[in-house]
């Protein structure tokens, strides 16, 4: 969100499905978060399995929050994708990648915890222009 950012979680093995993006994510996260902002609250993941499964699109309907339309295919219009790719390339960049998992998570962590607000709060601001840039482009690919 612009301005802050919750700690960056990090699942444990196994697969991310409903009930554990239910259980993790949901509960834990975005309905405290909701009952924080109120009414104003629009709620934006995207078309990832677990999060159209019937018990994640009951929870948020039990806790009355509405969700961002999201269309098929568009990865370039989420600001989290480019926060992952942001990630990812710092990852890269070290000098000693991580080799074990918990040498990963401790990487993932140090990374999240230095990444400037701003490239976050940038990549949110500039939400508006993707989406108009893509319905400009009849949903084509666009350059972001």
Avoid: K
């Amino acid at each position: 969100m612009l301005g802050s950012r919750t700690d960056l979680h990090i699942f444990d093995a196994g697969s991310v499905n409903g009930t554990r993006y239910c259980n993790e994510i949901l509960l834990p996260y975005v309905r405290l978060f909701r009952g924080a902002m109120g009414l104003q609250f629009l709620f934006m993941d995207d078309n990832a399995p677990c999060h159209r499964t019937v018990a994640a699109e009951q929870l948020l309907e039990s806790e009355d929050i509405e969700r961002m339309d999201w269309p098929a295919r568009s990865p370039y219009l989420n600001p989290i994708e480019h926060v992952w790719d942001f990630l990812g390339r710092r990852l890269a960049a070290r000098t000693l990648p991580p080799v074990t998992i918990r040498e990963l998570r401790l990487a993932l962590q140090d990374e999240w915890a230095a990444m400037p607000q701003q490239l976050i709060d940038t990549l949110i601001l500039g939400m508006g222009r993707r989406c108009e840039t893509c319905l400009a482009v009849r949903g084509d690919h666009i350059l972001y």
